[in-house]
């Protein structure tokens, strides 16, 4: 083994007895890492410098392929409804398989942190097949000082060997794609898949499975604060809006999409952004597009034109286009990645059935019920066999990383709302004037003049009304926006085909929340949506 670059000297790849017979290369530097990358073969470089990867069949998440090894320790705390159990036994097998695997790889070594807060920071050590990948986990995440990696001391260890194929009869899984967390170990092996994203949305796993017993709220959100220092937390399912939407020019950016909420404030578990670039654009997402085009930044299934130009409209390979960067390529990124406590929460959702207003302001008991049914749409036309849109429901804006029941993070975020006194809008960046196929996507310029009002805190002194079916309160008049739009149900040609639409949705959040009805108090069932027909 021939050890290159940085690190410490009492703890390397054999912390858990891998060795390797290759190299073995330690927290190099971005210039390394592209370097290295082209040498393999692994990637390729834009017009503008970014480093272009491809990832192959795996597109995105394989959320089935997630295990969670099932002890004494995590029996009793983990929701094992919503998460896959292997057994110790089968996880050590797994373990043994990939490090005979890796017997003769060069290898690729970060040093990283997960959370901006010290006191609940979670040091981890990521070992990747690929140095595209190195570089994708080194913009995620938080990189220490140099000097400080002498004396970095792991907590989590991420092996991630795209090559290895998993043996679901050997090794207790589901195919030869494997995601498996020993919460107890805190180990991650990731194998059979090259989405980048797997590796940190498994620090996210694990801190969501951390930090509760602090008392600190983990959130699948982005956040940004005003001049004022006036913070606000987006929660939303991937395609809602969160990177675009905190990323806005005249707030500070925290962070685009995990956080946590502590006994101080808020604060990132991340050092960098993983923004969707499918349709991006300089008009639209300046902040974004600028950062796109970095040296350092990582592309991840962008078609390249003749002239090696990103085409971001392209989605052939698939719609779920990505870019990794460090979050100082934001200019108004926040340096410290905090954050006082939040004034305001956002729910994005995109409706696709045309239903739900621009924006709604929500009662603690509606923040609640909306948080735990986390509600977003699946569009018609995506998925073969789709012919209209479907209701996506992820409780808490994140299922596939809650370890805890929803109802342990529900209960935590109600606490922190009262206690700090926030402010909490629904959003509906989806479609207005018709479901998908009929109506138009809500104009960003409309939702932006909404959000910004919101978070001034004039939107509250606004004319409200209680929307017939949802029960929450809908402003009546903003300045600056059509009255029409505030009012969805008058948007549609046919009232009455709005109305068998408004119907079918309020049903499938009642449907929806029937699991979580013996887990709350009855003001959050009291907040569920009632079918009551307006008038003609």
Not at 506 to 529: L, Q
Request: hydrophobic letters at 40%; a negative charge.
């Amino acid at each position: 083994m021939i050890e290159t670059g940085r690190r410490n000297a009492d703890f390397g790849i054999e912390r858990f007895g891998l060795k390797t017979e290759g190299r073995v290369h330690y927290n190099f530097v971005e210039a390394e890492l592209y370097e290295e990358a082209l040498r393999r073969g692994e990637a390729r470089v834009s017009a503008d410098g970014a480093l272009v990867a491809e990832t192959g069949q795996h597109t995105g998440r394989s959320a089935a392929d997630k295990f969670t090894v099932r002890d004494a320790a995590t029996e009793p705390l983990i929701w094992w409804d919503n998460n896959r159990a292997i057994n110790p036994e089968q996880f050590d097998t797994l373990l043994s398989d990939f490090m005979a695997h890796a017997a003769n790889m060069d290898l690729f070594v970060q040093d990283l942190t997960g959370g901006a807060d010290a006191a609940s920071s979670l040091p981890v050590r990521v070992i990747t097949e690929y140095a595209w990948h190195s570089l994708f986990i080194r913009n995620l995440l938080i990189r220490p000082e140099r000097q400080a990696l002498d004396t970095f001391l792991p907590q989590m260890t991420i092996i991630d060997l795209p090559s290895f194929s998993a043996d679901p009869a050997r090794h207790g899984c589901r195919s030869e794609t494997v995601i498996a967390i020993d919460l107890s170990r805190m180990i991650v092996l990731i194998g059979g898949t090259s989405y980048a994203g797997e590796m940190k949305k498994s620090v996210f796993t694990a801190l969501n499975y951390l930090l509760p017993n602090d008392g600190v709220m983990p959130m699948h959100c982005s956040a940004n604060t005003g001049p004022a220092g006036d913070s606000a937390v987006f929660f939303g399912l991937s395609g809602t809006g969160k990177t675009t939407l905190s990323a806005d020019p005249s707030r500070t950016l925290i962070g685009d999409d995990e956080h946590g909420w502590g006994a101080d404030g808020i604060f990132n578990f991340e050092g960098g952004c993983y923004a969707k670039t499918i349709r991006l654009s300089k008009e639209a997402e300046p902040e974004i597009f600028s950062a796109s085009k970095h040296f350092g930044t990582v592309l991840e299934n962008v078609v390249l034109d003749d002239s090696r130009v990103p085409d971001f409209d392209d989605g052939s390979l698939t719609e779920n286009t990505r870019c990794a960067y460090p979050l100082h390529f934001i200019p108004n990124a926040s340096a410290t990645g905090t954050a006082a406590h939040p004034e305001n929460i956002i729910m994005l959702t995109a409706d696709a059935f045309g239903v739900l207003p621009p924006i709604a302001k929500l009662t603690p008991a509606q923040a609640m019920y909306h948080f735990l049914s986390g509600y977003t749409a699946k569009v018609a036309g995506t998925e073969k066999g789709v012919t209209e849109p479907e209701a996506t429901f992820s409780t808490c804006f994140g299922a596939p990383f809650m370890p805890r029941h929803p109802s342990e993070y529900g209960n935590l975020l109600r606490r922190l709302i009262a206690r700090n006194n926030v402010n909490c809008w629904l959003v509906n960046t989806g479609w207005t004037g018709g479901s998908y196929g009929v109506g138009q996507r809500m104009p960003i310029k409309v939702t932006r003049a909404l959000l910004a009002q919101a978070l001034e805190g004039t939107l509250s002194s606004a004319e409200f009304r209680t929307d017939a079916n949802f029960g929450f309160a809908v402003p009546i008049h903003v300045p600056g926006v059509d009255d029409s739009i505030l009012d969805p149900r008058s948007t549609w040609s046919d009232p009455l085909a709005y109305d068998a639409q408004a119907e079918k949705l309020v049903g499938m959040f009642i449907d929806n929340f029937a699991v979580f009805e013996s887990h709350v108090d009855a003001d959050i069932t009291g907040a569920a949506p009632q079918i009551q027909i307006a008038a003609e």
